[in-house]
């Protein structure tokens, strides 16, 4: 008997090394938001869904280093800048040392068809005039030195403005060539190539930046202070992470003695933990074989619902009664824990008709980890554990514990009382009722919001939140309407609506508006003649200014700029994050900066006939996680459905169906109104709790409607549904204490659930009024 | 080391340094202070020279104020490594005093003579002494030490006598030089002034 036993045990776990080997090799976790979210209705969610994270705004992280004087701080800020533009991680790295000379060369032909300066003036004499007699001024100023070699090729100073154009609006102030706030930190802006909300290829870029800084020379003295949203979700997935495996560790603990206790084998202990073993891989692998990734949202909330299986293992452990085999033992159980693994993943089928790819991930996980575990415990477990076993029944104290419950008065009005309370409860509840911000789940800490909105507002980074939205046929479509709403947004802006706005035309005006401005330079005689008369009187010496005569002669025929041409120089990126092209059209991203009133700027879309509009990345995404909850309300509502035909049939009387789903029902609404009135609001993670809670719940309600007839088997009944509960607040319980919401969502949620169902289970369980009779 | 009393460190380290900078020594003043200046500007791209007036004061540490009100008028601050300026009719202007290197030799020659301070001159330049005319007078001739203020600054020169500082000549790189007419002598500044007659001028003041 021993030999074949342990031969299974050994292909057993070769089986799920194997699996394990499958799953590591193909296992693609993505991190990304998008992948976990329902397809997109509306046009703002399609377009969070495209641009979420990849907008301009949220790829911007904020960097500040201190802790050094400023001249060694400006040389860390330029040697960091230095190593981030070489690194592909990086798309672009502003730090002020922005130096009109080093600009681009190619661009720099362009200037008159990019600077604005030709749509208000001619380049006569009088204009040249003007700005050559402030030249004589600035030469003559303490700034002269700075502007005297460029003066013969642009004496008025279109690169200058260029450079002010590209600046951002509120720079920070020019410290020994770099940017510096009003702490003395120098701070700087850097773009990352991957999306602000994916935190595992954010960790990625974070990790490169700080390696970059950590090979800077004198770093060990200097501190670096990294804020922005790549940055936020990479420590909220470290945090989240440490402190459900710091909780983990513990509940584990407490487990395997729990486990130790009641079964006083370390074998079952070890043994017990195959099944579970076995459906996560079993789940884990279907997951592979159907998708080419999963998203880790998807994984976690398969990982909760998974909880319920690990009931499997345990009834049997508890079942196994003196004088039978396991198998004999197993056989007795099997129909109703056929039956609640049946229901459950009849239930689950309803989440994969959903059509939300997660939800659709979360079913095939949940149905094949259940079926694992339990057909694992039916014909695997009972051939590996040992024969010799501590028959639970005579566990000192569950005979009085259940003499006790089966006494308890079970009055016909408790599901009545539950449900008026639960109305009552409903109804007094405070605040919203459903959480849509998921990022209230996990929130930051005020240290780093507080870091964030001070180094934003030094560097002038844009909203994070809000984004101007304008569509088109071409890009040149999108840029055109750029201009034209710029004066709208001028107008907002002294109306104190917003404090900027970045749009594409910054960087790049609209073939139309380059032609114009083309066709407003003058010929070279023309220029020749309107400069000897602008200098006539003037100091300058003869002929000066022929290098800016040829520029502008070379200028008149240039081809005009396309956004293509544009891409292709150093700030190329900038503009290429602004102008994107969707199915059907192009869009431009506008960055704003201190939006003080989004309805006026919501306006904007009426007035240019939708063309325009305004993104409130916020909005969208609650909209989002508000659509998703109700795929999921619909799915459940399919699930209880299905949940009560099964349960109906296998039982074959409507009458214990009701004892079955009655107690499991009125305790999952029992904890949403307790939760509620405790002034929590319910999100996507405490449905999610509220399933698992249900799950653990039938299977209570299942076990004590069971009337065997045999006192010693109810006492088994009690043993495996204690060890059961236990368990689960054990998990579940130490959760409910984290610091971190959505942690404690569902550690509370569950733990609460698993109270609720035992104890309506048990008062609302037929048999034992009729012991009593 | 650093030389709060400049007489007292000349007389420590009697080197050749710090006998070229011992005129320094009796130049130190107690901010605030100021003076009028006159300034002509030579530059490659002009046939004559830039003239302005106004005064120059000097507020303590490294905050010096330029302002111009001849002929039109102009105030540039520099303080806390940022310059500022403002033209009557434009807007301020703000730019770090990193941009302009030569301006920034120039506050660091300037505050270190007015403080006394021989230590920041010995640093950041090769100082060279002449003396001339008369025994009182000399000329303290600046070359920057580093190699980058080198590539656009090519010497300053200070001129004056005794305990007082007349002349403050700047040569930039690519040739262009203002020379600034101090105290009394910016009276004495010609209407068409050129170089060697104001370069005389500081040489010759009694």
């Known amino acids: ?773 | 080391m650093t030389c709060v009393m400049a007489p007292a460190c000349a007389a420590e380290t009697p080197t050749r340094t710090s006998a070229a900078l011992a005129p320094v020594a009796l130049l130190a003043r107690t901010p605030p202070t100021r003076t009028v200046f006159a300034e002509a500007r030579f530059s490659p791209l002009l046939d004559r020279p830039l003239l302005v007036y106004g005064q120059l004061s000097w507020e303590g540490g490294d905050r010096l104020e330029r302002h111009v009100d001849s002929p039109y008028v102009e105030t540039t601050r520099i303080a806390d490594g940022e310059v500022t300026m403002h033209r009557s009719g434009h807007a301020t202007r703000h730019f770090s005093l990193d941009r302009a290197p030569s301006l920034k030799a120039l506050l660091d020659s300037l505050v270190a003579v007015l403080s006394g301070d021989t230590t920041r001159l010995r640093t950041m330049f090769h100082s060279q002494l002449e003396r001339h005319g008369t025994d009182s007078g000399w000329s303290l001739i600046l070359t920057p030490k580093s190699a980058r203020l080198a590539r656009s600054l090519g010497r300053i020169g200070l001129y004056g006598d005794r305990d007082n500082l007349h002349c403050i000549m700047i040569s930039e790189a690519q040739g262009t030089e203002s020379i600034d007419l101090l105290g009394p002598l910016a009276a004495r500044m010609p209407a068409k002034p050129t170089r060697e007659a104001l370069s005389a001028l500081c040489r010759q003041a009694d």
């Not at chain 1, 459906?279 to 884990?284: D, E, H, I, N, R």
């Not at chain 1, 039978?324 to 159980?333: K, Q, T, W």
């Not at chain 1, 056929?338 to 996980?365: E, K, M, N, R």
């Not at chain 1, 949940?643 to 107690?663: C, D, E, F, N």
């Open chain 1, 1 to 773: 008997m021993r030999a074949p036993r342990l031969t299974l045990i050994v292909l057993w776990l070769l089986v799920l090394a194997a699996l394990a080997l499958v799953v590591t090799r193909n296992l693609r976790v993505s991190t990304d938001l998008r992948s976990f979210m329902p397809p997109p209705a509306t046009a703002d969610q399609k377009l969070l869904m495209d641009q979420i994270g990849n907008g301009p705004g949220s790829r911007l992280l904020l960097v500040a280093i201190s802790g050094k004087p400023p001249s060694a701080l400006a040389d860390m800020s330029a040697g960091l800048a230095a190593a981030l533009r070489k690194d592909p991680h990086f798309t672009q790295v502003v730090n002020g040392d922005f130096d009109p000379a080093r600009l681009s060369p190619e661009l720099l032909p362009y200037r008159y068809l990019l600077s604005s300066t030709l749509d208000t003036h001619h380049m006569d004499a009088g204009f040249l005039r003007e700005q050559l007699q402030q030249r004589l001024q600035d030469l003559a100023s303490p700034a002269g030195g700075m502007l005297e070699s460029w003066l013969p090729r642009d004496p008025t100073l279109e690169l200058l403005k260029l450079a002010k154009r590209w600046s951002p609006p509120d720079a920070p102030k020019v410290r020994d060539g770099v940017w510096f706030d009003a702490r003395g930190e120098a701070v700087m802006l850097v773009q990352t190539q991957a999306s602000g909300f994916d935190p595992g290829t954010q960790r990625q870029a974070i990790g490169a930046l700080r390696k970059a800084f950590h090979g800077l020379q004198g770093s060990r003295e200097a501190k670096l202070t990294l804020s922005g949203p790549g940055y936020f979700s990479v420590v909220i997935n470290r945090q989240t992470r440490d402190q459900a495996d710091w909780i983990g560790r513990i509940s584990s603990v407490g487990f395997i003695l729990l486990m130790l206790l009641a079964y006083r084998s370390p074998s079952a202990l070890l043994l017990g933990a195959l099944p579970i073993a076995s459906g996560a891989l079993a789940g884990l692998a279907m997951l592979v074989s159907l998708y080419p990734q999963v998203h880790g949202i998807t994984l976690a909330f398969g990982f909760t619902l998974l909880g319920v299986a690990q009931e499997y293992p345990i009834r049997l452990l508890s079942h196994r009664r003196a004088g039978a085999s396991n198998l004999e033992s197993v056989r007795g159980l099997w129909p109703l824990l056929l039956t609640a693994i049946a229901s459950a993943c009849i239930a689950y089928l309803a989440f994969y008709a959903s059509g939300v790819p997660g939800l659709q991930q979360l079913a095939v996980f949940t149905i094949s980890g259940l079926l694992g575990a339990g057909l694992s415990t039916r014909y695997l477990l009972p051939r590996v554990l040992p024969e010799r076993f501590v028959d639970v029944a005579g566990t000192p104290g569950l005979a009085r514990f259940r003499t006790f419950l089966d006494r308890l008065p079970r009055p016909r009005w408790i599901a009545l009382l539950v449900s008026a309370g639960v109305v009552v409860m409903l109804l007094l509840a405070p605040g919203r009722f459903w959480q849509n911000n998921l990022a209230k789940l996990t929130p930051l800490p005020a240290r780093l919001m507080h870091t964030d909105s001070r180094l934003r507002s030094a560097l002038g980074a844009p909203d994070v939140r809000y984004l101007l939205v304008i569509r088109g046929n071409s890009a040149q479509d999108v840029l055109r309407r750029s201009d034209q709403v710029r004066p709208m947004l001028r107008t907002l802006e002294q109306k104190g609506a917003l404090d900027g706005a970045e749009l594409p035309t910054r960087y790049l005006p609209p073939l139309a508006v380059q032609r114009a401005r083309q066709a407003r330079l003058p010929d070279r005689a023309t220029l020749e003649a309107a400069l000897a008369k602008a200098t006539d009187g003037l100091p300058f010496r003869p002929r000066v200014f022929a290098p800016f005569v040829d520029a502008v002669e070379k200028a008149r025929t240039l081809p005009l700029l396309t956004p293509a041409m544009f891409e292709q120089s150093p700030l190329g990126q900038r503009l290429a994050s602004m102008l994107v092209q969707r199915p059907g059209g192009w869009i431009g991203l506008a960055t704003l900066t201190g939006v003080h009133d989004p309805v006026a700027l919501a306006g904007l879309s009426q007035r240019t006939h939708g063309a325009v509009h305004l993104l409130d990345i916020k909005h969208a995404s609650e909209s989002l996680v508000a659509a998703y909850r109700t795929r999921i309300l619909m799915a459940l509502t399919v699930a209880v459905l299905l949940l009560v035909v099964t349960i109906g049939v296998a039982l074959r009387s409507l009458r214990r169906a009701w004892h079955v789903l009655a107690p499991m029902t009125l305790a999952t609404f029992l904890v949403l109104a307790v939760e509620r009135v405790a002034g929590i609001e319910i999100s996507l993670f405490h449905l999610v709790a509220l399933i698992l809670a249900a799950g653990l719940g039938l299977h209570y309600a299942l076990f004590f409607e069971r009337d065997t007839g045999d006192p010693q088997e109810q006492r088994r009944t009690l043993h495996a549904t204690v060890v059961c509960v236990l368990s689960a607040l054990l998990v579940f319980g130490m959760l409910a204490w984290s610091t971190i919401p959505v942690l404690r969502a569902i550690g509370l949620t569950v733990s609460l659930g698993v109270a609720f169902h035992f104890c309506l289970s048990i008062l609302m369980a037929p048999h034992g009024a009729r012991h009593e009779t």
